[in-house]
């Protein structure tokens, strides 16, 4: 009973780094990572499901846009999570504080995190200055120590990106061993996510296929027609919302030159429909901008090949600036939208 007693509650942290110096150092980074990855989701979120009062204003330039803001999205998510481990090392003797509740200020302080920031600014400011009081800063010592766990938070902060980030940065895909996609893996050397026989797909006779464009004037092409128009090659990234993309020669039919034959206003919207029976994104809407954008085809051709099944044969939309999943493959119908 007497060694119980003698135990003391909550336990002692010895730990010379759990101090607020080495949290706010931490935090800067986890800070600066989540930001970007907060302000590139919210990107994303837009451009895959943009609100109808912005539908017609997301802009088709710069054409590697997309595959920038979801590259850098997916990259610094997974540079948080070191960082948050090593953010919550430095903080977690504070979970043993006792009593849990010692005023008001800390009360809100746990609510909530705006809170938090607020009352606790004096303090976070002097933290992030270079030069803080005496009593907040790591004996001379201890310097070394923490220069070391900085480092090597950094180093695992590095690692994990580096071996993740060629999946969209493709100068570094020999190193791609943590991503869920490798660049150049897949039909004709690019991914895909999903086949066509996931998307209830088969087997496309040429001779079957007809395109219908639904317009003021419409019309119906065949294969054969479709390959018959001018046809233009583009070189545009395909982004996936994975983090994963890569740059391709796609060889198509103009949509612009599509609605003009239609007789499509300037200003007029397009309803993009599969041919695919099961799965998400099997009708994709596009704004004028991205429309009447000339890089923007249905493209029967990838990298000089006619397109695999997988990558939508017959016919495939690629567009700039735009999100892999709203790229709808196995194209049958186009609508204008008025």
């Known amino acids: 009973m007497g060694d119980m007693r003698s135990r003391t509650f909550p336990p002692a942290f010895k730990g010379r780094l759990h101090d607020p110096r080495t949290a706010t150092s931490i935090g800067r980074w986890l800070g600066l990572a989540f930001a970007v990855c907060f302000v590139t989701g919210l990107i994303s979120h837009v451009l895959q499901h943009p609100p109808g009062w912005a539908a017609d204003d997301l802009p088709s330039r710069p054409v590697w846009g997309y595959r920038l803001t979801q590259g850098l999205h997916v990259a610094s998510g997974i540079a948080a999570i070191p960082l948050l481990l090593a953010k919550l090392w430095t903080v977690y003797p504070r979970l043993f504080a006792w009593p849990p509740v010692r005023s008001v200020r800390h009360a809100l302080e746990r609510l909530s995190v705006a809170v938090l920031v607020g009352v606790k600014a004096p303090e976070i400011r002097a933290h992030w200055s270079r030069r803080s009081p005496g009593t907040l800063a790591l004996p001379e010592e201890d310097g070394p120590d923490r220069r070391s766990l900085l480092a090597a938070v950094a180093a695992a902060v590095g690692a994990v990106t580096v071996t993740t980030v060629g999946q969209s940065f493709t100068p570094l895909k020999d190193l791609d061993l943590l991503a869920p996609r490798h660049p150049d893996h897949g039909p004709q050397g690019l991914p895909v996510n999903r086949t066509a026989v996931a998307a209830g797909v088969g087997a496309i006779p040429a001779e079957r296929y007809r395109l219908t464009v639904a317009g003021p004037r419409p019309y119906t092409l065949t294969l054969d027609e479709l390959r018959g128009l001018p046809q233009h090659e583009v070189e545009l990234p395909i982004a996936c919302v994975e983090g994963?993309?890569?740059?391709?020669?796609?060889?198509?039919?103009?949509?612009?030159?599509?609605?003009?034959?239609?007789?499509?206003?300037?200003?007029?919207?397009?309803?993009?429909?599969?041919?695919?029976?099961?799965?998400?994104?099997?009708?994709?809407?596009?704004?004028?901008?991205?429309?009447?954008?000339?890089?923007?085809?249905?493209?029967?051709?990838?990298?000089?090949?006619?397109?695999?099944?997988?990558?939508?044969?017959?016919?495939?939309?690629?567009?700039?600036?735009?999100?892999?999943?709203?790229?709808?493959?196995?194209?049958?119908?186009?609508?204008?939208?008025?």
């Open 244 to 338: 994963w993309s890569k740059s391709a020669h796609w060889t198509g039919v103009r949509v612009v030159d599509l609605l003009e034959l239609a007789g499509a206003p300037p200003h007029a919207r397009v309803r993009v429909v599969s041919l695919q029976t099961r799965g998400g994104y099997r009708v994709s809407e596009m704004g004028h901008e991205h429309a009447r954008d000339p890089l923007t085809l249905l493209a029967l051709r990838l990298n000089g090949e006619e397109l695999s099944p997988d990558h939508g044969y017959p016919v495939r939309l690629i567009a700039p600036n735009r999100p892999g999943v709203l790229q709808t493959k196995w194209v049958g119908r186009l609508e204008v939208l008025t």
